[in-house]
């Protein structure tokens, strides 16, 4: 069994910052793509950014140049810094990790619970 813990969302002012963090444990042979969603009510599940397991990474066009995504191997951790943080950022976000539980068996995509992010004067 694979779980996905995510913590760092909350409150805060526009042009502000926050930090999220994701951490995969369980049965962890190897983390290949490591990804950021967010929903905001009334809308689709959107892909925010994604980083592969050597580093590559892509961002969606709405927050390229404000958001970082990284990734620690080692902690098997995922990380989202959000910079310049607009009202329209507001959702919940969601970590997502492709994993391998064995050497032999396909990937499987494994989603944490959510954290809330509000971005509000």
């Known amino acids: 069994q694979v779980q996905l813990a995510e913590s760092g969302g909350g409150l805060v002012q526009p042009g502000g910052s926050l930090r999220l963090s994701c951490t995969v444990s369980?049965?962890?042979?190897?983390?290949?793509?490591m990804d950021w969603y967010r929903q905001a009510p009334g809308k689709e599940r959107e892909l925010v950014a994604s980083i592969s397991r050597s580093g590559t990474t892509n961002y969606a066009d709405s927050v390229q140049g404000r958001f970082t995504i990284s990734r620690n191997n080692a902690k098997d951790t995922v990380y989202l810094q959000m910079n310049s943080l607009k009202p329209e950022d507001t959702a919940v976000y969601y970590c997502?990790?492709?994993?391998?539980?064995?050497?032999?068996?396909?990937?499987?995509?494994?989603w944490g619970q959510g954290t809330q992010v509000t971005v509000s004067s």
């Open positions: 997502n990790a492709l994993v391998m539980t064995t050497p032999i068996l396909a990937e499987n995509s494994y």
């Open positions: 369980g049965s962890i042979f190897s983390i290949n793509a």
